[in-house]
């Protein structure tokens, strides 16, 4: 049995004292490539989140067309669409009267309803009901306090008249997880869709 010889071992702990040194600068670079692809991940699932629920609200705000309580379902759907990011981190949906297909949603409409131009609705106004427990209409939808500035039966859905764009606005808002990255991004997708024409 060989044993090894004295300059056998001094080369064998230089090798392992390499190999910690090595160890100790690839982990933390390692770790924080591995953080900042799952915090990628979790940005771009919120991204795509607010991306389907403008686009669901502007389906839904299509096919209610100039329907009183148009605006409470396109509420509802946004809701559903968000299911993946919750109404924690929603900032406001915006309704407006687009148009057309590649307009934008207007600037003051990011803050505050607009006569004739938007609604604006933050997360609070999803809990506002169409009617209570007794059948009454509370106001808050149907042109009411809610959405009057762009009430849903001024919308023209007529063949002859040409019908109007509808544009729903989803802002959200993504904290990242791991604090690698400070502060957070603002999301937000803008969908535009014409209301289903009726039969004059």
Do not use: K
């Not at 771009?44 to 379902?73: I, K, Q, V, W």
């Not at 959405?147 to 001024?154: E, K, Q």
């Amino acid at each position: 049995m060989n044993r090894p010889t004295h300059g056998e071992g001094q080369r064998r702990e230089r090798e392992r004292g390499a190999a910690l040194v090595e160890a100790a600068i690839i982990t933390p670079v390692f770790f924080l490539l591995v953080f900042f692809v799952f915090e990628m991940g979790l940005l771009f699932r919120d991204a795509l989140t607010t991306d389907n629920a403008s686009r669901e609200g502007a389906r839904a705000a299509s096919t209610r067309g100039n329907a009183a309580d148009a605006d409470y379902f396109i509420l509802r759907t946004v809701e559903h669409g968000l299911e993946a990011v919750g109404l924690q981190r929603l900032e406001y949906v915006v309704v407006f009267n687009a148009t057309g297909p590649g307009d934008s949603v207007p600037g003051a409409c990011r803050s505050a309803s607009q006569p004739g131009l938007c609604n604006h609705y933050t997360a609070a106004d999803f809990f506002a009901e169409l009617d209570n427990a007794g059948g009454f209409d509370t106001g808050n939808f149907r042109c009411g306090t809610l959405d009057s500035n762009w009430c849903p039966t001024t919308r023209d859905t007529t063949l002859s008249g040409g019908t109007d764009f509808v544009g729903v606005h989803v802002e959200t808002r993504h904290d990242f997880v791991t604090n690698l990255i400070p502060g957070g991004n603002q999301l937000g997708e803008t969908t535009i869709l014409s209301l289903e024409p009726e039969e004059d």
